[in-house]
């Protein structure tokens, strides 16, 4: 049984940095690539950030220059560092792990930008 737990939300003022983290366990053969996306109340879950075993990035247009991914694959362990953060950027994170045939999720955190 593959598991993601993720860690790192909370509240943050806005232009406040968090840097989130979720670690793989379990049996899981490889993992091609490692994510993050959010979904805000009422609306759909949408990508924040992606970076595939060989280090290709790949960001949303609304974080892009705010947020890194990052990943230690040894580890299995993918990071989230945000950023200049805004309070639209309000959301609970999932963290995703895909093996090639399976995209595996965690089970989300939550993460507040007010003042």
């Known amino acids: 049984q593959v598991q993601l737990v993720e860690s790192g939300g909370g509240l943050v003022q806005p232009g406040g940095s968090l840097r989130l983290s979720c670690t793989v366990s379990?049996?899981?053969?490889?993992?091609?690539?490692l994510g993050w996306y959010r979904q805000a109340p009422g609306k759909q879950r949408d990508l924040v950030a992606t970076?595939?075993?060989?280090?290709?990035?790949n960001y949303a247009d609304s974080v892009k220059g705010r947020f890194t991914i990052f990943s230690d694959n040894a580890a299995r362990t993918s990071y989230l560092q945000m950023n200049t953060l805004k309070p639209e950027d309000t959301a609970i994170y999932y963290c995703?792990?895909?093996?090639?045939?399976?995209?595996?999720w965690g089970q989300g955190t939550p993460v507040t930008v007010s003042s």
């Open positions: 379990g049996t899981i053969l490889k993992i091609d690539a």
């Open positions: 995703s792990a895909d093996d090639g045939w399976h995209n595996y």
């Open positions: 970076i595939t075993s060989d280090g290709t990035t």
